[in-house]
Structure formats: C-alpha cells, structure tokens
C-alpha cells in the first residue's frame, strides 16, 4: 500500500532524513516514533506530497506521488498535529467545503452521513466548531481525512492535549478505522503506539533505526532479560537459593507479601534461567505463585534507540550494507545445479 524507497530530504548540507525504506500492507496500523526534530513530520510530509523529496521515491497504491501526485493524493487522508479547522464554520458546513476541495465522486448525502456516525459527531453536526470541544474537535479533523473514502490515513499525533477519557475514545476509533484503512500514526504516548499499532518504525535523526512490532524488538534487545518469580518462602533462605544458581547475576527483592516474596533475578547475558529456578524451588517444596520473564517495555526500546550515539549509527548501516554485499557474494559462488538437479527441485 505505501512504499518508500531510500528517501533522502536535505536543506543544504542538513540531512533531516537519510536514505529511508519501509513498505507499509493494506489495513496495517503502524506506529511512527521518535524525538523531536527526528525527521517524523518530515517523513509525512513527503508521503502526503506536502514537500519534495530531494531523492528516493513513495508510491502509494501504485501510484509514485511525484510522477502521478494527483491520483496518490487521492489515496490519502491526513490530519495534522493541528487540525486545518475554520471556527467560524459548522461542522455540517466545513465537512461540505471538504468534500467540494476534494472534488468527491461518492454521493454527497450518504457519505458525510456515514463519516459522522462512524467518527460520532452527528449531534454536533450543526454546532460552530469553534464551540467544540478539544476532542470533538479532533474527531471533526479525523472526519475530514476521511472524506474520499482514502485508503491510507496519517494521523499526526491525533490524542494531543485531550483527557484521558477522550484519548481512550480517539485509541478505539483508530483501531476501528484500522480494519478498513492503512494508518499510520505518529505520537509521543507510548502506550497509545503499544495499543493500537502492530509494528513500530523508530526515526532518530533522520535514520531509520527500527522497524518491527514491539515484542520481537524487546526480545532482539533483551539479551539478559529478567526473570520476575514470587515464591512462598522464608525470604533470606529463598534469595540465598537464587544466589547459588548458576548464571545468576544479581537477585533483589521486588515486593514482600504477607506469605511470599517476589524477587527480580538477573541472568548472565544469554542465560536462561527460569528452568532452575523452577526446579531449585520444587525441589525444596516452595509453592511458586509466579514466574515470568520481564521483556523491555516499549518505553525501554524507545530510550534504548534514541539514546544510540549518532556515529553509530552510520557505523550500523555501513555494516549492514557490508553483510549484505557478503551474502550476496556467497550466494553468487554457490555452484549452479545441473540439469538434474533443476528438473528433482521442480
């Protein structure tokens, strides 16, 4: 559904996005993160058509936005960190004005009738928008996108400055609209990205440095990851038994229940441990009430991310490219099948 390829924008000798590649599927909710000045609006922005880029290509349904700008447009709904409202509008009357700029083909009537149930703004439909709420006034922005029917929405931190009542309304429309739309949704709430969106792209200054769903990054990153276990147990005889495994790092105390202790035991990096501290627990005949390991938090792989010195990340890329070009040179000197052998694997 949306493709981009290698997209580089620069402003002289300033890069805010370098050489940038990801494909995004149909009816797909995918988070856009990273810091300020990261290179997320920028990214956007050309997607949309809003700016050029200075190399590199997107296509969205096939259709490349510079070469064909009209008819990708076509495929994409958008709302701003700022909705483009007219306060001195109604709902009813801007929705309208939308819908003639967009130059709709659906039918005038039953299509904003369909937007306003669905996005629930058809008891405001007639109010000034400039006496709308914060949150109506989101949703009245989300309405607008969705003029045109497009396949593609791009929501630009759509829950910013709402309560929590209406955030958790927001969350649930988007994950709504996202069986029938490809969204992607840029945001500094993390738990909104974790909720809602089934892959994440991380940007840090204008790199692409992540691109897969939360947990199998929290496994990729978390090489010792911790081991959370509550055991009934007298609780120095229980830490002194986590001690004495092999492997173990480090074991703190966690919480003190009234018949148990929770413990956090830390593994050597690439051990793991739950096993015996399993089996050491059994065989002593201590009831264990809980025992899970405790992966990074989305917030944990976000910091991880951004926190990566800059020169890194070049260093990254380089070898990643090298790697490839490796692969590549094995696969090459691989020896060709004969005839046979072509005609068993057929």
Known sequence: MIEV???????????????????IND??????LGPNGAGKSTTMNIITGYLSATSGSVSVNGYDVLEQPYEAKRQIGYLPEHPPLYLDMTVKEYLNLVYDLKKTKLPRGPHLKEIVQLIKIDHVYNRLIRNLSKGYKQRVGIAQALIGNPKVLILDEPTVGLDPKQIVEIRNLIAQLGRNHTVILSSHILSEIQSVCERIIIINQGYQIADDTADRLSANLSDDRMVMVRIVAPPREAKKMLESIPGVVDVQVAAIHTNSTVFKVEPAAGTDI???????????RWPILELYTKQMSLEDIYMHMVDQDPALLDIHREAKAANNTAWQADDDQAEPQTEQQEEQDA
């Open 5 to 23: 390829k290698n997209l580089v924008k620069a402003y002289g000798k300033h890069f805010a996005v370098k050489d940038i590649s990801f494909t």
């Open 274 to 284: 739950s096993g015996a501290v399993a089996e050491r627990a059994i065989a002593k």
């Open 27 to 32: 009816n797909e909710i995918v988070g856009f």
